[in-house]
């Protein structure tokens, strides 16, 4: 049975709140509560949660206070992690996240050390130097842009996340992590829905979107 790792140590500068990222109300819960519903309806019972010092653990799961950097909050989740061979890392600033997400992440594992959900990228995306001139256009068609949740073999992750500090801390996502030791990693499609919460402007799409979801009082 696989084990999930929700990361929600973060302070959540970019947003600006009066508290954590993870605990602003978002459509009227706490944030990660969100992505623990997910986890959930995926079957995965076993989750820890990274925190920020002084934060509790929602009832029902592992809470361990998370590092400095995202990485060192992962590494730090692993390591109060229950018996599993997989295990799934999500950020809890990604409150869009399906059971589905993490169902196919998992499956993916079969012939990858890592899966993550991944959005074909829709912009034009070019290169350019400090002088702000363009030295490239990439080709579309091969780019992704990357998403929690990543799934990984355990023994992968652990490997991966043996890296020194200074390595963990230029990590924007564990899969390059395993990327650097060697490992496979696979995309598995997902879309530009699963948003990560960054902004102000990003919370108030995402509370459109968690909106639509709660059920509506009956009509008269
Ligand atoms: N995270 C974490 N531990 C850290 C830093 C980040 O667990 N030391 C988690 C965040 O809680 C979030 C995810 O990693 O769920 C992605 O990070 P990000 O969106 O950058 O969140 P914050 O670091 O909280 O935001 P900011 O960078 O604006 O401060
Ligand atoms: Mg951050």
Redesign the pocket.
């Known amino acids: 049975m696989a084990v999930a790792l929700l ?9 600006g709140a009066d508290r ?3 605990f602003v109300v978002l459509a009227g819960r706490p944030m990660l509560e969100w992505s623990l519903d997910a986890l959930r309806a995926a079957g995965i019972d076993d989750v820890v949660v ?1 925190l920020p010092e002084g934060w509790a653990a929602p009832e029902g799961c592992i809470g361990v206070t ?5 990485s ?2 992962v590494r730090a989740a692993l390591a109060a992690a229950p018996p599993g061979e997989a295990v799934v890392v999500h ?3 990604r409150p869009l996240v399906t059971p589905e997400h993490f169902t196919a992440a998992l499956a993916a594992l079969a012939d990858a050390d890592c899966a993550t959900a991944a959005a074909p990228v829709t912009d034009t995306v070019k290169e350019a130097g400090p002088d702000l001139l363009v030295t490239a256009t990439l080709d579309r068609s091969r780019l992704w842009a990357i998403q929690t949740p990543q799934a990984f073999r355990r023994a992968a992750l652990e490997r991966a996340l043996a890296a020194g500090k200074e390595v963990l801390a230029r990590a924007t996502d564990d899969a390059w992590l395993v990327e650097r030791t060697g490992g496979s990693v696979r995309v598995v499609e997902s879309t530009p829905a699963n948003l ?1 919460v ?1 902004t102000p402007h990003d919370l108030r799409i995402a509370e459109h979107l968690l909106a639509d979801r709660l059920p509506r009082p009956p009509a008269h």
């Open positions: 990361v929600a140590a973060g302070s959540g500068e970019r947003l954590p990222k993870a990274a998370g590092g400095m950097t995202r060192a909050s950020d809890a600033a990560k960054t």
